[in-house]
C-alpha cells in the first residue's frame, strides 16, 4: 500500500514549515521540508547544519533568498543549494503566499545520530 503523507494540510498546524523525517519515515537517511511564506512574515532561516546537504525549490510564488553572497528572487521551479552551515535568509517577494519544498540528507560522512 502506497503511504501518503499530507503535509499540506499539516504545515499550518506546525507554525509554517513541516519536516518530512525520521518520525513518519523511520530513516535517518533523508527528509524533506514543506513550508509557506507569506509577506511581512518574519525571514525563515535555511540552514542544514553540520554534515547535512539541502536543495531549496520554490514550489509557489516567489522568494527572495539572502546570504552573505548578496541575494536572489527565486521562482518557481528555480533551486538553491546549500550544505552544512551554509545560511540563507528567505522571505515571501511576491503580493501573495509562496510555497517551498527543501529535500536534504546527509552530507559524505556526516551520518550522526538526531
Given amino acids: 500500500m502506497?503511504?501518503?503523507f499530507d503535509l499540506a494540510?499539516?504545515?499550518f498546524r506546525e507554525g509554517g514549515e513541516t519536516v518530512?523525517?525520521?518520525?513518519?519515515?523511520?530513516?535517518?537517511?533523508?527528509?524533506?521540508?514543506y513550508g509557506v511564506l507569506n509577506p511581512g512574515d518574519p525571514p525563515r532561516l535555511l540552514r542544514p547544519g553540520l554534515g547535512h546537504e539541502?536543495?531549496?525549490?520554490?514550489v509557489s510564488g516567489s522568494i527572495k533568498v539572502e546570504g552573505p553572497g548578496g541575494f536572489q528572487t527565486l521562482q518557481p521551479g528555480q533551486a538553491v543549494y546549500l550544505k552544512d552551515e551554509e545560511t540563507l535568509s528567505a522571505t515571501a517577494a511576491?503580493?501573495?503566499e509562496a510555497r517551498y519544498?527543501?529535500?536534504?540528507?546527509?552530507?559524505?560522512?556526516?551520518?550522526?545520530?538526531?
Fill in 20 to 33: 518530512l523525517g525520521l518520525k513518519d519515515l523511520d530513516t535517518h537517511a533523508c527528509y524533506m521540508l
Fill in 94 to 96: 511576491g503580493p501573495g
Fill in 101 to 114: 519544498v527543501a529535500a536534504g540528507g546527509h552530507g559524505e560522512g556526516g551520518h550522526h545520530h538526531h
Fill in 9 to 11: 494540510g499539516r504545515v
Fill in 54 to 58: 539541502e536543495i531549496f525549490l520554490v
Fill in 2 to 4: 502506497i503511504k501518503v
